[in-house]
T-cell receptor
Framework: EADIYQTPRYLVIGTGKKITLECSQT?????MYWYQQDPGMELHLIHY???????EKGDLSSESTVSRIRTEHFPLTLESARPSHTSQYLC????????????FGPGTRLLVL | GESVGLHLPTLSVQEGDNSIINCAYS??????FIWYKQESGKGPQFIID?????DKRQGQRVTVLLNKTVKHLSLQIAATQPGDSAVYFC????????????FGKGTLLTVNP
């Protein structure tokens, strides 16, 4: 299994602030993902990366952006947080091409006031 | 559009009973399916997976059944324990090399002692 770390675990912030959610994995996985999940609801893919310098938008439109400068690090940024961004954000990674299982971090719960 | 859905949003069982959680999928190109368990405040945890060339796969106390004829997936948990209480999600890879999973809405399993 992968060791996926997300910080912060919880964040309460005011409208208009810039925030960055951190995601790191120590297993050298090429593929990484960001999902948004409202309480009790399904996961929606908002960004993914095939490797360094590769990022793609997911199925759910999001105002966030991501970067992948290092294999182990996949941060997500909101330039100007709004109450509509309140949600849980989950990061995942996947080991190699023919292993399709994604392993998840603990998530970041974001509340924008 | 293509979707992965669940038949029952909630399931309540007695400790020691067997649990069955169902999932319907509509994309006939899906060739990989996975079940995740998500406890409150945590990220999804891998339980078991199955490829489309299989009908059944067993793990420790869990069995996944795949019926491609009716596009149905189920998760069976034997001798359900209080620690099994969680939300269970099925997910599918819609085939191809897009490396993405599509998640269903989730079933809340409650185990009564």
């Amino acid at each position: 299994e992968a060791d996926i770390y997300q910080t912060p675990r919880y964040l309460v912030i005011g409208t208009g602030k810039k925030i960055t959610l951190e995601c790191s994995q120590t297993m050298g996985h090429d593929k990484m993902y960001w999902y948004q999940q409202d309480p009790g609801m399904e996961l929606h893919l908002i960004h993914y990366s095939y490797g360094v310098n590769s990022t793609e938008k997911g199925d759910l439109s999001s105002e966030s952006t991501v970067s992948r400068i290092r294999t182990e690090h996949f941060p997500l940024t909101l330039e100007s947080a709004r109450p509509s961004h309140t949600s849980q954000y989950l990061c995942a990674s996947r080991p190699w091409d023919y292993q399709e299982t994604q392993y998840f971090g603990p998530g970041t719960r974001l509340l924008v006031l | 559009g293509e979707s992965v859905g669940l038949h029952l949003p909630t399931l309540s069982v007695q400790e020691g009973d067997n649990s069955i959680i169902n999932c319907a999928y509509s994309n006939s190109a899906s060739d990989y399916f996975i079940w995740y368990k998500q406890e409150s405040g945590k990220g999804p945890q891998f339980i078991i997976d199955i490829r489309s060339n299989m009908d059944k796969r067993q793990g420790q106390r869990v069995t996944v059944l795949l019926n491609k004829t009716v596009k149905h997936l189920s998760l069976q948990i034997a001798a359900t324990q209080p620690g099994d209480s969680a939300v269970y999600f099925c997910a599918e890879n819609s085939g191809g090399s897009n490396y993405k999973l599509t998640f269903g809405k989730g079933t809340l399993l409650t185990v009564n002692p």
